[in-house]
């Protein structure tokens, strides 16, 4: 028999899993808006919410762990991690603090996503956080744009090959190149839901986007990040939509004219004289595999590659040269934990990739296989038409402007009616008071009148009640995006990143930097949670 105080005993529990699923959330959230921000307040994010889930765990039944698809991989990689650590020659209490403060701080992000994101309004609140947090971003990079950074001491671009070079943006990371890469995947994340989501006014605002997170990216003058994301563009625009790659090809061109600069800096990866900055890394890359040769197991140890370099440093004539990373991340991870770790992580990373890149059939390839498709010039008319003359975009704007003015009224009358509250209507005195019969006449007159006035006042405002509540209904169904589109969207956006990271990392060592390994496990333990939300 249930008894009063069982019954109670349920709720209260109830109510503790519910707060702990809200708090747990709530720290996902804020590590996704201040990983590129303030990576401090995101770590520390992350234990709040491992601390709800592990209690959530222990009172809520229902509540099991599940198994991701690349949980085996991940786990390897970061057990020989700490294999490495201990068995490094360069071992000391830096190196294991880093090790667990900073390595831990990505397996518990793996962790907290990927056991915690179970459905589609998750994903949807967990990308409005990341797209927030990348608006910020990007506004602090066109605030250092417009008002300039000097980065001539700086090291970041060789002033003897672009002299006329002096700024380039690095927002709220530590340097251009992090930045770029960061906006790398942010545009792929873009784009990925910018290819599921349907409606003209939704397309055309993740048009803006993708331009505002393009433009910020060509101000870093990353040469790198700026070609993986033409690869990018190009592979997608061949195999899904050719519409893609005219977009690129008119940002690309858009930011010549604006920047001469640009395409200099650019172009400099296909001359034949390199700047300083290639001819490092060559030299790099020659000591990296060499240190992998040595220690091909174990590595030197995850986060010893700064401290065993100087005993490869066969190509620097300068030995004060710290030497942080090797400049690419399949050598980087090679050499600090070992040819077995780097598989490891080779099967996590790009399995991820793939996962997520599994698009099935492809529609372009249908279209033209059935014949379905017109001709390209008749194509890119109708979609130019259909956005501008067809759509009730500017239609839309107009009733916005509309709105918008009359609710500025309703303010404005409304504070008046707040000030002139208890105030009385005033009957005009100049008829004599004797003449009663005639004030009451008149009296009757005006009110009758007033009554009618504000009964066809009332019907006015209830009408235009209604055609407000119509126009926000209409405004709410075009920018809506449903959460299975922001879904689906995520998962090809997320392959896409994963891809750009990949690409990145042949030249660079992106992930070296905290922010971007944490984005980079955090969308990984994503991706792996929206695979088995479609599975289900």
Same mark, same amino acid.
């Not at 747990?24 to 990576?39: K, S």
């Not at 360069?90 to 701080?105: D, K, P, S, T, W």
């Not at 009224?409 to 008046?416: C, G, L, P, T």
């Given at each position: 028999m249930v008894t009063f105080l069982d019954r109670i005993s349920v709720f209260v529990r109830r109510q503790r899993i519910k707060k702990l699923e809200i708090w747990?959330?709530?720290?996902?959230?804020?590590?996704?808006?201040?990983?590129?921000?303030?990576?401090g307040v995101a770590s520390a994010a992350v234990m709040v919410g491992i601390i709800a889930w592990f209690f959530r765990l222990q009172i809520d039944s229902r509540f099991k762990m599940r198994t991701l698809p690349f949980d085996i991989p991940a786990a390897i990689f970061f057990i020989l991690g700490a294999i490495s650590?201990?068995?490094?020659?360069?071992?000391?209490?830096?190196?294991?603090?880093?090790?667990?403060?900073?390595?831990?701080?990505?397996f518990l992000t793996y962790v907290l996503v990927g056991q915690n994101i179970r459905t589609p309004a998750q994903v949807k609140m967990l990308a409005k956080a990341l797209a927030a947090s990348a608006f910020i971003v990007v506004m602090c990079g066109y605030f250092q744009y417009i008002f300039g950074v000097d980065i001539s001491d700086m090291k970041w671009v060789d002033g003897e090959v672009f002299p006329e070079l002096r700024k380039r943006v690095f927002s709220t990371l530590e340097n251009p190149n992090i930045l770029a890469g960061y906006l790398d995947v942010m545009i792929c994340l873009a784009l990925g839901v910018f290819a599921k989501v349907t409606g003209h006014t939704r397309k055309i605002i993740f048009i803006i986007a993708i331009t505002m997170l393009t433009a910020c990216?060509?101000?870093?003058?990353?040469?790198?990040?700026?070609?993986?994301?033409?690869?990018?563009?190009?592979?997608?625009?061949?195999?899904?939509?050719?519409?893609?790659?005219?977009?690129? =090809?008119?940002?690309?061109? $858009?930011?010549?004219?604006?920047?001469?600069? *640009?395409?200099?800096?650019?172009?400099?990866? &296909?001359?034949?004289?390199?700047?300083?900055?290639?001819?490092?890394?060559?030299?790099?890359?020659?000591?990296?595999?060499s240190m992998i040769a040595d220690h091909p197991f174990i590595g030197v140890g995850w986060g010893a590659y700064k401290a065993v370099y100087p005993q490869y440093n066969y190509y620097l004539a300068d030995p004060d040269i710290v030497i942080y990373h090797a400049h690419n991340l399949f050598l980087q991870t090679a050499a600090e934990v070992g040819i077995v770790g780097m598989l490891a992580f080779f099967w996590y990373f790009f399995g991820t990739m793939f996962m997520n890149l599994a698009l099935g059939k492809n529609e372009r390839y249908e279209k033209i296989k059935t014949g379905t498709t017109s001709a390209f010039r008749e194509k890119i008319y109708l979609r130019l038409a259909n956005v501008f003359v067809t759509s009730n975009f500017l239609q839309t704007l =107009?009733?916005?402007?509309? $709105?918008?003015?009359?609710?500025?009224?309703? *303010?404005?009358?409304?504070?008046?009616?707040? &000030?002139s509250f208890g105030a009385k209507e005033k009957i005009p005195d100049t008829e004599k008071k004797s003449d009663t019969k005639l004030v009451h006449h008149e009296e009757m007159k005006w009110n009758k009148n007033k009554k009618n006035f504000d009964k066809d006042d009332d019907d006015k405002i209830d009408l235009q009640r209604f055609a407000e509540k119509d126009i926000q209904a209409e405004l709410h169904e075009k920018i809506f995006i449903a959460d299975t589109q922001i879904v689906e969207g995520l998962k090809l956006g997320i392959g896409l990143a994963f891809l750009s990271m990949a690409l990145n990392g042949m030249s660079d060592d992106l992930l070296f930097n905290i922010p971007s390994s944490i984005l980079m496990w955090q969308l990984g333990a994503l991706g792996a949670a929206i695979n088995i939300m479609t599975e289900d």
């Open positions: 747990t959330m709530r720290a996902i959230l804020f590590e996704a808006f201040f990983v590129a921000i303030f990576p650590v201990f068995n490094s020659s360069a071992l000391n209490f830096e190196l294991v603090y880093n090790y667990c403060g900073i390595v831990g701080i990505y990216l060509a101000m870093t003058y990353s040469r790198g990040a700026f070609l993986t994301l033409a690869i990018i563009f190009l592979i997608y625009g061949i195999l899904q939509d050719l519409r893609i790659l005219i977009l690129f =090809a008119i940002l690309t061109g $858009l930011i010549i004219y604006n920047d001469v600069n *640009f395409l200099d800096r650019i172009l400099s990866i &296909f001359t034949e004289t390199p700047d300083s900055s290639e001819g490092l890394r060559i030299g790099i890359w020659v000591s990296t595999i =107009a009733r916005s402007k509309s $709105l918008l003015s009359n609710r500025l009224a309703d *303010f404005f009358h409304s504070v008046m009616d707040k &000030f």
